[in-house]
């Protein structure tokens, strides 16, 4: 304990303080695991300075603000409307688009923004402030589609797969799940067979996010069935397409402006040029792009968390009741205590996760926690907010209610709160390991 | 956007600590026009210039990411600060334009934190410059530049030869987000810095503000049934 104690005041710009008891091991005074030095040196020595989580670089805040802007004016009017009558926002997305927004990875001579994941992390988040769904629609373009395009495909894939997507006339999607199984992605039973120039795939793909709005999707499907998960194979398929057709789309409790229905493959026959990275490396390609994806989904978790508690904190102040405004009252304070809390410590994590990944570390851990503690605190403010608000929380005049039925998907998509928690487990005994 | 506006305890102004500055939005809308006008290739730069301390650099960065090439900060900090207004600005203003050799001045109208509305019209006379305020629309033509104006009885359309001042009123245009891509060009993009004196500018004011209060909170209304009632409740208050 005090060796690590000290190696940590050694270090500058440290700006902020662990709690000892994340060194366990160390607390008997017993020397330092190698693994465990390695999980302590990227925590102190980091990507950038971790002071930095104190105070973001200039252009992440400007960037921020605009994104922040953005959304106070152009979504937050609409965000209700939109939930309402299941709209999607196109006109939004290519407003964003036009801002980089859809891009924000993409290198400029492809047409993106050329910026960071943290930048990313931040436009998703401030973007799903003002509306859920859209920044459900960002996250889903940013990270499912054009992430595994980015890093598999060839240069040729890339002009054509990404640089049409960027400007948010088009947007993608990602078919992995199916009706046989979700978190089990390792059965997919989705077929491709190769006939002479051609992939011809058959199956069907359930819960696609962005389904009826998207022009293009990378999907996954068996080509070696006896290879088992490391026979799943990506592609690239044109929407619509020959061979392609959409389920109904699914009535849903939230994120309702976004659209969520089955891919149905028929013989849908495409070029051998679509097949995205190498045969058989499609289970790979899609656990790496989930890692990222949950990012993108903490970010947006957080988003919705931070609107939920905006909005109570807001009520706080202008319902009296007892003669005075609520927020005098200890049990009123105490949730907005807790919704606080749980939204910084998890925005702390992504932004964390996010760094981690572009110093090109290991983030998948950390991704994970990021993943699981905003989707948490999503659901418990879009919760607390509701009870906060009390009865009018139940009714659509104010957006509490939209804040909660919006979170409860982040506990599902892009890998279960169940699966988040087998990563992080996988990840620390790893770490442990004799 | 949404703070609550405090007066300090001593009435000498309102409390400013801790209140997230953001560019007056006339102003935006004036950066607005100038980028529109590069784009369209009638002029060549576009500076953009703020006076105060060090946190208008942040503005002039939002300036530069919404696409003005560089950025001037004239350092005006502590009581000078306090003190300053549109005489001091615009005297800044009228010495910059000289320097830099500037063939239009774009500003907002007036800004929402003092609504003065005095600016863009001392800085022209100090220029001895033609001026074209509450611009609702702006057109170059040559070396003239035809304005609308937006007057209490309607459009004016004036035709005045450059170089001019001209402010902007709130349907000039509608200003863009900046863009990802322009945030990080914005970065590499140079900001100068340099104080009053050394464009020989004297900062003292002519004004004292005196005193600093709330407005009065409004009380509730009476409704009456008729006329008569109405004009028999003013008679009884005195204001008839």
Redesign the interface.
């Known amino acids: 304990m005090n060796n690590i104690a000290a190696l940590f005041k050694a270090r500058k710009g440290i700006g902020f303080v662990v709690h000892p008891s994340v060194f366990s091991g160390a607390r008997t005074g017993i020397k330092v695991k190698s693994e465990r030095t390695e999980a302590l040196g990227l925590c102190v020595s980091g990507c950038r300075s971790l002071s930095s989580l104190a105070e973001l670089p200039?252009?992440h805040q400007?960037?921020r603000?605009?994104c922040r802007?953005?959304a106070?004016r152009e979504l937050g009017p609409i965000a209700g409307k939109l939930d309402k009558e299941h709209l999607f926002p196109g006109q939004q997305v290519r407003?964003l688009g036009?801002?980089?927004?859809m891009a924000?990875e993409v290198p400029?001579e492809l047409g993106g923004?050329?910026?960071d994941y943290l930048?990313y992390s931040l436009?998703v988040e401030e973007i799903s402030r003002g509306c859920g769904s859209t920044g459900c629609v960002v996250s889903v373009n940013n990270s499912l589609y054009i992430g595994p395009i980015l890093k598999f495909g060839t240069q040729k894939q890339k002009e054509q797969w990404i640089t049409p997507f960027t400007t948010g006339e088009k947007v993608g999607c990602f078919a992995l799940s199916e009706p046989g199984n979700g978190s089990d992605a390792g059965a997919a039973s989705t077929l491709a067979r190769q006939e002479g120039e051609e992939w011809v795939l058959n199956g069907t793909k359930a819960w696609i996010t962005n389904s009826w709005d998207a022009s293009a999707t990378v999907i996954f499907a068996t080509t070696d069935k006896s290879l088992k998960h490391k026979g799943i194979s990506a592609f690239l398929v044109p929407m619509p397409h020959p061979g392609l057709s959409l389920g109904k789309k699914e009535d849903k409790l939230g994120i309702r402006a976004t659209s969520t229905a089955n891919l149905i493959l028929e013989d849908c026959r495409i070029p051998l040029g679509n097949m995205l990275g190498p045969r058989g490396s499609g289970f790979k390609i899609a656990m790496q792009t989930l890692d990222s994806g949950r990012i993108g989904i903490a970010s947006q978790a957080l988003g919705i968390a931070q609107a939920a508690l905006d909005c109570a904190a807001d009520y706080a102040h202008k319902r009296t009741a007892f003669g005075n405004p609520i927020g005098k009252l200890q049990a009123i304070q105490f949730k907005l205590a807790d919704m606080a809390v749980a939204v910084e410590s998890a925005r702390l994590l992504t932004w964390k996760a996010a760094m981690l990944k572009d110093a090109k570390k290991p983030f998948t851990k950390e991704a994970a926690m990021a993943k699981l503690a905003a989707s948490e605190a999503a659901t418990f403010c879009g919760h607390q907010s509701i009870q906060v608000l009390g009865g009018m929380g139940y009714v659509t005049d104010m957006p509490a209610e939209r804040h909660y039925r919006d979170a409860r998907i982040t506990e599902i998509y892009e890998g279960t709160s169940e699966i988040q928690r087998l990563v992080i487990a996988g990840q620390l005994l790893k770490e442990y390991a004799p | 956007?949404n703070t609550k506006i405090r007066v300090k305890p001593d009435h000498s102004g309102v409390v400013t600590d801790g209140v997230k500055h953001s560019m007056n939005p006339f102003c935006e809308i004036a950066v607005e026009e100038a980028v529109k006008l590069k784009e369209k290739k009638l002029i060549k730069e576009v500076v953009a210039v703020s006076c105060g301390p060090t946190q208008v650099t942040?503005t002039i960065?939002?300036a530069l990411?919404m696409g003005c090439d560089r950025g001037i900060h004239v350092e005006v900090s502590g009581k000078d600060y306090e003190a300053m207004g549109p005489l001091q600005i615009s005297k800044i203003f009228a010495a910059l334009a000289k320097k830099e050799e500037a063939s239009l001045i774009i500003l907002g109208k007036q800004a929402i934190d003092d609504d003065c509305n005095q600016t863009g019209q001392m800085t022209a006379a100090l220029l001895d410059w033609p001026q074209g305020t509450f611009a609702s629309e702006v057109t170059i033509d040559g070396e003239k530049v035809k304005v609308v104006r937006e007057i209490d009885g309607g459009l004016e359309t004036i035709k005045i030869s450059m170089p001019a001042v001209l402010t902007a009123d709130l349907r000039l245009n509608t200003p863009r987000?900046?863009?990802?891509?322009n945030?990080?060009k914005?970065?590499k993009k140079k900001i100068a810095n340099m104080k009053p004196a050394d464009l020989g500018v004297d900062m003292v004011s002519r004004v004292e503000v005196l005193r600093v209060d709330e407005p009065p909170t409004r009380l509730a209304g009476v409704k009456v049934e008729t006329v008569d009632d109405l004009v028999a409740k003013l008679r009884a208050n005195g204001t008839i």
């Open positions: 200039e252009m400007m960037m603000q605009t802007d953005y106070d407003e036009a801002m980089g927004v924000v400029e923004a050329g910026m930048a436009a | 956007e942040e960065r939002t990411a987000y900046a863009t990802l891509p945030i990080m914005a970065k």
